[in-house]
C-alpha cells in the first residue's frame, strides 16, 4: 500500500520561503517520477513540479526561477523548496507518485 505523508505546509509573507518534504512508502521509491500538484479554492488541481529517478526536473511556467523539487531515492523522500512566494502561490501542495496522492498540505501566502 502506497503511503505519500506531506508536511512543511504554513502561513508566510509575501516574498518568503517555505520548504515541503514528502515521505513515500510502500513503493520502490527510486522506480518512480515523483510530483508536486497544488489546488487552489475554486480552481483545478495543477501541475508544480516533477523529478526523475534520475534527477530530470519540470517545472509549471509560474514557478520555475522560484521552486526546486529535489529527491534523496536512499530516504524515500521529495521536497519542494518554495522562494520568492506570492500570493497567488496559496494553495493545498500535494505529492504524487502514478496514481497516488498524499492528504495534501496547506501552504498561504499574505500579502
Known amino acids: 500500500q502506497v503511503q505519500l505523508v506531506e508536511s512543511g505546509g504554513g502561513l508566510v509573507q509575501a516574498g518568503g520561503s517555505l520548504r515541503l518534504s514528502c515521505a513515500a512508502s510502500g513503493i520502490i521509491f527510486n522506480f518512480y517520477i515523483m510530483g508536486w500538484y497544488r489546488q487552489a479554492p475554486g480552481k483545478q488541481r495543477e501541475l508544480v513540479a516533477t523529478?526523475?529517478?534520475?534527477?530530470?526536473?519540470n517545472y509549471a511556467d509560474s514557478v520555475k526561477g522560484r521552486f526546486t523539487i529535489s529527491r534523496d531515492n536512499a530516504k524515500d523522500t521529495v521536497w519542494l523548496q518554495m522562494n520568492s512566494l506570492k500570493p497567488e502561490d496559496t494553495a493545498v501542495y500535494y505529492c504524487?507518485?502514478?496514481?497516488?496522492w498524499g492528504q495534501g498540505t496547506q501552504v498561504t501566502v499574505s500579502s
Open positions: 504524487n507518485c502514478g496514481e497516488s
Open positions: 523529478i526523475s529517478s534520475s534527477g530530470t526536473t
